[in-house]
């Protein structure tokens, strides 16, 4: 089965300052990587997906891009963050033939300042 | 545009009562529905899709394409079922879900 690293574990950062979250998967190649933004009473909302390297599907429009340089890499990344940027974000892998099962890693915590 | 319901935040219950979950979904095409669930500090993690019409842990739940809805039930609840509970949807040949907000099950002793 795979296996999701992601860190930090929490964050917290300043408004107006960088950001960079890292994920990576073991146990499959040439995974589907998602991120999700988690909050209370609203559920996952999926920000991007990625099926192979370099490729990157944006959901929402927002202030993040994503980043998938290594096939079991995928970093989410903000020049300039927002308060609003605050919440807590999850990074997910599927195999290539079964998007429907993915496998979650244990998510960032990110504060904004 | 394509949209999961989870009508219920929290449903709470008594142990060895039954639980039933609500989903519904819109979507005009042929959905997958899944159930996902996450239990109190562990990941997020697949509990059953209504293609292979299995039971897993004593939950079951139909597809009923007329209601569009895709109810997750269980006849006793058993306090190790306390959990959030998610559900979520796959269109056709994507590679995404659409999650619903989620509902979280209460099972008290």
Redesign the interface.
């Known amino acids: 089965s795979q296996t999701?690293h992601q860190w930090p574990a929490t964050l917290v950062q300043p408004v107006g300052s960088p950001l960079s979250l890292e994920c990576t998967v073991e146990g499959t190649s040439n995974p589907?990587l998602?991120w999700?933004r988690q909050a209370a009473?609203?559920?996952?909302?999926?920000l991007f997906?990625s099926?192979g390297i370099g490729q990157i599907s944006s959901?929402v429009p927002q202030n993040l891009s994503a980043s998938r340089p290594q096939d079991r890499q995928f970093i989410l990344s903000s020049k300039k963050l927002l308060l609003s940027d605050s919440g807590f974000y999850?990074c997910?892998a599927?195999k290539g033939g079964q998007?429907?099962?993915?496998?979650?890693?244990?998510g960032t915590r990110l504060t904004v300042t | 545009a394509q949209r999961v319901t989870q009508p219920e935040k929290l449903l709470s219950v008594f142990k060895g009562a039954p639980v039933e979950l609500k989903c519904n979904y819109s979507y005009s095409g042929s959905p997958e529905l899944f159930w996902y669930v996450q239990y109190s500090r562990q990941r997020l993690q697949l509990l059953l899709r209504h293609i292979s019409r299995e039971s897993i842990k004593g939950f079951t739940a139909d597809l009923n394409k007329g209601e569009t809805s895709f109810h997750l039930k269980k006849p006793f609840a058993q306090e190790e079922d306390s959990a959030m509970y998610y559900c979520a949807l796959r269109m056709d040949s994507s590679y995404k879900l659409i999650f619903g907000s989620g509902t979280r099950l209460l099972v008290r002793p």
Do not use: T
């Not at chain 1, 009473?41 to 999926?46: I, K, P, T």
């Not at chain 1, 998007?99 to 244990?106: A, H, T």
């Open positions: 999701i589907n998602y999700y009473g609203r559920g996952l909302q999926l997906y099926v959901e999850l997910a599927s998007p429907y099962e993915q496998y979650f890693g244990p």
